[in-house]
């Protein structure tokens, strides 16, 4: 399997709380639901068929529990999301964790990075984390992720948790889909393809 990420981000990079003011208020957050202006139908398509490609979920341990508690309470039989989120097989890293409400659940402890590795070797199509933007970083550093679709939102928030805070890995990705929604969305898809060249410009004439 791939395994794939998908993000919400602002323009300055900030992945915290997109959904709702209440979704994550840690380190005193109060510019929850940033994201929830801009829907519209085309990133609802898009977005669903983005999960349609998912085999499992892979979540952090806050992700895991916010969705643990949301999505089994959503019961519009129009929304396209709720019924490949519910029945998902879920992995969620978690060092304190022992078993999860929201099933089925898989417990990740550990050696994580291992563990995934193994998840990947096997038949399908992709395991997708969504949010969960710590252990995105994490697997990200340790060469694990193979695609990242960024959703990003024409807003700029000032503060919040980054998705690529100053420290993280680095990385070499190669855009391979771009689209904008008429809410103003940009759905960008990027592959990864190792760590980062570097080169001195030396005029436009010797530019590849």
């Keep these: 399997m ?3 990420v998908t993000e919400f ?3 300055d990079g900030v992945s915290q709380g997109p959904g709702s003011p209440e979704e994550d208020t840690s380190g005193g957050f ?3 639901g940033w994201l929830v202006p801009f829907l519209d139908e085309a990133f609802i398509n898009r977005a669903a068929q983005w999960l ?3 085999e499992a979920l892979l979540l952090g341990r ?3 529990d916010a969705f643990a508690r949301d999505w089994p309470k959503i019961t519009d039989p129009n929304d396209p999301f ?3 989120m519910n029945s998902l097989p879920k992995y969620v890293a978690s ?3 022992t078993t999860g409400p929201w099933k089925p659940t898989t417990v990740l402890s550990g050696d994580v990075a291992a563990q995934i590795a193994e998840l990947k070797q096997q038949p399908g199509a992709e395991l997708q984390i969504h949010g969960s933007a710590r ?3 994490s697997l990200l550093a340790a060469g694990l992720i193979d695609a990242l679709r960024l959703v990003v939102a024409p807003v700029v928030l000032g503060h919040g948790r980054r998705l690529f805070p100053d420290g993280g890995a680095p990385a070499r990705l190669q855009l391979v889909s771009n689209q904008t929604t008429p809410g103003g969305l940009a759905l960008q898809v990027y592959e990864r393809t190792g760590l980062p060249a570097y080169a001195t410009y030396t005029g436009v004439s010797n530019l590849a």
Excluded: I
Aim: net charge positive.
């Design 2 to 4: 791939k395994l794939t």
């Design 9 to 11: 981000v602002s323009l």
């Design 30 to 32: 109060t510019q929850g």
């Design 52 to 54: 349609g490609q998912a």
């Design 62 to 64: 806050r992700t895991y």
């Design 82 to 84: 709720t019924e490949l």
């Design 95 to 97: 060092h304190t964790l």
């Design 135 to 137: 252990l995105a970083q």
